[in-house]
């Protein structure tokens, strides 16, 4: 069974660096497009940075210049590295992953930006 291991969030100040890391497990084929969201407390999840095999990115504008996605097709995995984060960036970070025409999505991990 396919599933998608999220880690690296947690808890930094305004100004500080996370970087969350996603792979899927249970599979032996590569990934498509790579993906992350974000749910703020009491908010819809909203896109925020996608790869594709071809490397080619996209981010939200709310990002842009301060998150860099990545991905290690070797690995399987991507990686989201998020530079002077901002208390408006505290939300749940989903991965969501496209493999074989199937949408996978993460179980989550929480960033929190606070003083």
């Known amino acids: 069974q396919v599933r998608l291991v999220e880690s690296g969030g947690g808890e930094v100040q305004p100004g500080g660096s996370l970087r969350l890391s996603c792979a899927p497990s249970?599979?032996?084929?590569?990934?498509?497009?790579m993906a992350w969201y974000r749910q703020p407390p009491g908010k819809q999840r909203d896109f925020v940075a996608s790869?594709?095999?071809?490397?080619?990115?996209n981010y939200a504008d709310s990002v842009q210049g301060r998150f860099s996605i990545s991905r290690n097709n070797h690995k399987k995995t991507t990686y989201l590295q998020m530079n002077s984060l901002k208390p408006e960036d505290t939300a749940v970070y989903y991965c969501?992953?496209?493999?074989?025409?199937?949408?996978?999505w993460g179980q989550g991990t929480q960033v929190t930006v606070s003083s």
């Open positions: 969501r992953v496209q493999l074989r025409g199937t949408d996978y």
């Open positions: 249970g599979t032996i084929f590569s990934p498509g497009t």
């Open positions: 790869i594709a095999v071809n490397g080619h990115i």
